[in-house]
T-cell receptor, first 114, second 111 residues
Framework: AQSVAQPEDQVNVAEGNPLTVKCTYS??????LFWYVQYPNRGLQFLLK??????LVKGSYGFEAEFNKSQTSFHLKKPSALVSDSALYFC????????????FGTGTRLQVFP | EAQVTQNPRYLITVTGKKLTVTCSQN?????MSWYRQDPGLGLRQIYY???????DKGDVPEGYKVSRKEKRNFPLILESPSPNQTSLYFC??????????FGPGTRLTVT
């Protein structure tokens, strides 16, 4: 069965420091992977995706993610965190059947401290 | 830019009182879906629709109905809501290049 795991419920980082939000996946075949962000009282906003090509994917707001096939991971990264990055982050994989369904991880709350 | 609107944004109701959450899009996209978000569970798909009059169950369809009579609208219907349907609900559309765009969410409380 396809699944996505976000092993950390919360990640704390000081402003200006690099941040990483972890995601691992389990799919058969080539995965289509996504990161979304949810700010308080807002819907989900698309950050970036990996479909094929370069393993390092750049997205919105200075975020990037690295696809690692051998480790089945798709970690979200940012070189220098901002307080305004504090939000709930979801990793997702596109299902192979019902091909437009997204299978989400449980989410990781990122807290950036001044 | 793709826009998805949902109404109402907040709803408190009582067990058994039928309700409808509306979802509307402005981009003529074929694929629409409903998700619910619960703490510790992420988002789970309730129902989806590939086009007008074409709907199918997602992972957690029990207690919900949908309809797709026209391309732009995809309402979620709870015929007899129960407290375990208290959740945050999102409507989504499939844009180009596989991204999905989500509405602002509807927070439902069933007492």
């Amino acid at each position: 069965a396809q699944s996505v795991a976000q092993p950390e419920d919360q990640v704390n980082v000081a402003e200006g420091n690099p941040l990483t939000v972890k995601c691992t996946y389990s799919v058969s075949g080539n995965p289509y992977l996504f990161w979304y962000v949810q700010y308080p009282n807002r819907g989900l906003q698309f950050l970036l995706k990996y479909i094929t090509g370069d393993n390092l994917v750049k997205g919105s707001y200075g975020f990037e993610a690295e696809f690692n096939k051998s480790q089945t991971s798709f970690h979200l990264k940012k070189p220098s965190a901002l307080v305004s990055d504090s939000a709930l982050y979801f990793c997702a994989v596109r299902a192979l059947y019902n091909t437009d369904k997204l299978i989400f991880g449980t989410g990781t709350r990122l807290q950036v401290f001044p | 830019e793709a826009q998805v609107t949902q109404n109402p944004r907040y709803l408190i109701t009582v067990t058994g009182k039928k309700l409808t959450v509306t979802c509307s899009q402005n981009m003529n996209h074929e694929y629409m879906s409903w998700y619910r978000q619960d703490p510790g569970l992420g988002l789970r798909q309730i129902y989806y629709s590939m086009n007008v009059e074409v709907t199918d169950k997602g992972d957690v369809p029990e207690g919900y109905k949908v309809s797709r009579k026209e391309k732009r609208n995809f309402p979620l219907i709870l015929e007899s809501p129960s407290p375990n349907q208290t959740s945050l609900y999102f409507c989504a559309i499939q844009g180009g290049l596989y991204e999905q765009y989500f509405g602002p969410g509807t927070r439902l409380t069933v007492t």
